[in-house]
Nanobody, 116 residues
Framework: VQLVESGGGLVQPGGSLRLSCATS????????MNWYRQAPGKERELVAD????????DYADSVKGRFTISRDNAENTVYLQMNSLKPEDTAVYYC??????????WGQGTQVTVFS
């Protein structure tokens, strides 16, 4: 099983980034996909999630209206479009896959830094 995040980097406040998580080794279409983030000294928090077929999404209040999660089941990839970035969005962003039986897989994370 592999989940490989990409797309992180340095960006100024108000900027945008698009994270990708390419997966392999499991049946992607049977897993809900989630993006988490962890800032230094803070607990990991759920940022956004999308159902297995992409019909339902949900977001943390702190990112609603700015972030959009999407998935391509043909490409086994999940995305996180992040707009209007703020310094408080600075964190390591992790991709997570979880199915109805509780099986969960994690990526290695990608750093997002929003700086003035």
């Amino acid at each position: 099983v592999q989940l490989v995040e990409s797309g992180g980097g340095l960006v100024q406040p108000g900027g945008s980034l698009r994270l990708s998580c390419a997966t392999s080794g499991f049946t992607f279409s049977r897993y809900a996909m989630n993006w988490y983030r962890q800032a230094p000294g803070k607990e990991r928090e759920l940022v956004a999630d999308i159902s297995s077929i992409g019909g339902t999404t949900d977001y943390a209040d702190s990112v609603k209206g700015r972030f959009t999660i999407s998935r391509d089941n043909a490409e086994n990839t999940v995305y996180l479009q992040m707009n209007s970035l703020k310094p408080e969005d600075t964190a390591v962003y992790y991709c997570n896959a979880r199915n109805i039986y509780g099986y969960s897989h994690w990526g290695q994370g990608t750093q997002v830094t929003v700086f003035s």
